[in-house]
């Protein structure tokens, strides 16, 4: 069955968060009085909700003062800060001109995630925007794909989930759908890459899945 519906992952798929989610974690760790691990400790808990992760990483500490120091850090930088992966702002554009339905699957609070897209042009040529205010399980659990498919209007056979972790992979898997991993991906071992939980697909750069859907579509 032909691929007519594209599901992105937003921080470090779309939006390259990764050095302010790196720099909000060790600014709590600082404000916590915490000695700041490796940043590859961080790296492993992109794509998880961040409740989950700050429950791990300051678990003498009461969660939602762990989250609340990390947002009022993340909020003051994000609007200068971020910026689109090269290529994933066009692809977005060039995707909805061809007539595929698209949308976002984050992880990320709303507030944030619509920044971002505003500020790269996109949100006009997105279909349906699915946060972390809008499930109440989250990745790698089916219900964030599950409520996109739903949004769209589009069934797991014909859709596409594009991610940079494991949480995008299996939550997409989860729900029937198939999966990429851009080749930016901070958090994915070789190992889980062509395990058996592995994508289905990867992508070097944002333009090859014009090329992959050409090939999958024929």
């Known amino acids: 069955m032909k691929i007519n519906t594209i599901i992105f992952d937003f921080d470090g798929t779309v939006a390259d968060t990764n050095g302010m989610v790196v720099n909000s974690w060790f600014h709590t760790y600082d404000v916590l009085g915490v000695d700041r691990p490796d940043e590859e400790v961080i790296f492993k808990t992109f794509g998880e909700p961040l409740h989950i992760s700050m429950e791990k990483a300051f678990p003498q500490v009461p969660v939602d003062r762990s989250v609340s120091i990390y947002r009022a850090n ?48 996109v949100i006009p040529y997105l279909d349906a925007v699915v946060t972390m205010e809008d499930t109440t399980k989250h990745k790698p659990d089916p219900e964030p794909v599950l409520i996109s498919l739903d949004k769209l209007g589009s069934k797991a056979e014909e859709s596409l989930m594009i991610g940079d972790s494991m949480f995008d992979i ?37 333009e090859d899945l014009l090329t992959l859907l050409e090939k999958e579509n024929a």
Request: net charge negative; charged share 25%.
């Open 170 to 206: 299996k939550c997409a898997h989860n729900a029937g759908v198939k999966a990429a991993l851009v080749s930016w991906a901070l958090a994915v071992s070789e190992e889980e890459m062509n395990g058996p939980d592995g994508p289905e697909f990867f992508l070097e750069k944002a």
């Open 74 to 121: 993340m909020e003051a930088i994000f609007a200068d800060q971020v910026a689109a992966f090269p290529g994933m702002a066009e692809l977005i554009k060039e995707l909805k001109a061809r007539g595929y339905k698209v949308g976002i699957a984050t992880s990320r609070a709303s507030k944030t995630t619509n920044i971002g897209l505003d500020k790269f042009g």
